[in-house]
């Protein structure tokens, strides 16, 4: 209890004794799950510090580590933030809403496709946002404004973590994370895991956990 682990039940800790297979989120398990933003690119026609605080203004009232993260960049930036309204989340991680008359929305880029946005193939943004370990794109009044670009770090802890469940007996060890494959692959590979099941949704990992149960 004092490590922050409660096991109820003896049956339960007896059945993690035969546990081969273990599977992970990324975010605040593997990482620190305290995002930064590294950049804010723009595209043309938008000015990075009012994108910036438009996607802010809607993600104060989340709780979202992201949105979090995008707040705490624009109060850095010393932006101030105005009051959002009609905000609604959208499934799978993103928000929409009015700020200041205008309509915000803030998400993955599939998030925002789904909405029948366009995203950019060519251009800084689009580049950097594929470099990047995340991005959340922003659109303004039904257009894409530009991408907030952000980096989480892997947790201190995890390689011994890793290492400590290997010698336990663990066979596989796999990440599930609703993260882009570019990021979530390279902490797999950092980490050394067995395999990534990036870009899922909540359905989906239930999923992999129910496929990983039927195949032990």
Sequence with gaps: ????????????????????????????????GTPRVTGVEPLAG???????????????????????AIVAAAGAAGLTLALPEAVEEIPGGGLAGTVGGRRVVVGSAALLES??????TR?????????????????VDGEVAGALLLADR??????????????AGVTRLVMVSGDRAESAEAVG????????????????????????????
Aim: hydrophobic residues 50%; glycine residues 8%.
């Design 115 to 120: 909405t029948g946005l366009r995203l950019p």
């Design 46 to 68: 938008f000015d990075a510090d009012e994108m910036l605080r438009l996607a802010a203004s809607l993600d104060q009232v989340s709780q979202h580590v992201v949105a979090g």
């Design 154 to 167: 892997i947790r201190p802890e995890a390689p011994r973590a890793i290492r400590e469940l290997r010698a």
């Design 123 to 139: 251009g800084a943004a689009a580049r950097l946002a594929a470099a990047s370990a995340a991005a959340a794109w922003v659109a």
């Design 1 to 32: 209890a004092r490590q922050g682990v409660i096991i109820k039940g003896s049956a339960a800790l007896e059945r993690l004794a035969r546990v081969r297979t273990v599977l992970f989120d990324k975010t605040g398990t593997l990482t620190t």
């Design 189 to 216: 590979t950092v980490l050394g895991l067995d395999a990534v099941h990036a870009d899922q949704t909540p359905a989906g990992k239930i999923a992999v956990v129910k496929t990983a149960r039927g195949t032990g």
